[in-house]
């Protein structure tokens, strides 16, 4: 059964920032793993997606690796803005297309 | 209106009430699904339609039933329910569910359920 786990699960820091998001996963069997933002009360927005052949995407000021053997991913957002401020949360997809989530981290930047 | 809509977005109900939650997706995507968002929980898969066919329930109790009448509706009916229900219920679509192919989920905005 795939777990996931987010590492840190809160995270305060000062606008300007880059920052460090850790993803990591017990199953490698992965086909491919989401990135999603969640704003309070809100629906998900997906931010990334890397394939299971890819090691990064880019997207902005965000970057996303992903080292499948090792069952790890990373979220890399530079230089922080306070409307980066949401909870973001890494989801493997394995076989039918199930996302499996983790509890996420909670972001804050401060002006 | 784009992209995938969720109606109510704010929904109180007591435990003897009958209620269902409306999804719907202007993408022309295949697949959908039913997820959970329990306070200081993962989201938790619930239900999967590809096709208008049910092929994920994941150990669902019975008073939720869902409904997928089209590709682009879904629906999660509610019955008797208590009040650890309560939560965040998220709809969200994607193309199909082919591993192959690279396959964003969209989500919905959520009802917010409170079960009194």
């Known amino acids: 059964k795939q777990e996931v786990t987010q590492i840190p699960a809160a995270l305060s820091v000062p606008e300007g920032e880059n920052l460090v998001l850790n993803c990591s996963f017990t199953?490698?069997?992965?086909?491919?793993l989401q990135w999603f933002r969640q704003d309070p009360g809100k629906g998900l927005t997906s931010l990334l997606l890397i394939q299971s052949s890819q090691r990064e995407q880019t997207s902005g000021r965000l970057n996303a690796s992903l080292d499948k053997s090792s069952g790890r991913s990373t979220l890399y957002i530079a230089a922080s803005q306070p409307g980066d401020s949401a909870t973001y949360l890494c989801?493997?997809?394995?076989?039918?297309?199930?996302?499996?989530f983790g509890q996420g981290t909670e972001l804050s930047v401060k002006p | 209106e784009t992209g995938v809509t969720q109606t109510p977005r704010h929904l109180v109900m007591g435990m003897t009430n009958k209620k269902s939650l409306k999804c719907e997706q202007h993408l022309g995507h295949n697949a959908m699904y039913w997820y959970k968002q329990s306070a200081k929980k993962p989201l938790e898969l619930m239900f999967v339609?590809?096709?208008?066919?049910?092929?994920e329930n994941n150990s669902v109790p019975s008073r939720f039933s869902p409904e997928c009448p089209n590709s682009s509706h879904l629906f999660l009916h509610l019955h008797t329910l208590q009040p650890e229900d309560s939560a965040l219920y998220l709809c969200?679509?994607?193309?199909?569910?082919?591993?192959?192919?690279?396959?964003?989920?969209?989500f919905g905005p959520g009802t917010r359920l409170t079960v009194l």
């Open positions: 339609y590809s096709l208008e066919e049910r092929v």
């Open positions: 989801a493997p997809r394995g076989q039918g297309g199930k996302l499996i």
């Open positions: 969200a679509s994607s193309q199909d569910l082919t591993a192959a192919r690279p396959d964003t989920q969209y």
């Open positions: 199953d490698s069997a992965i086909y491919n």
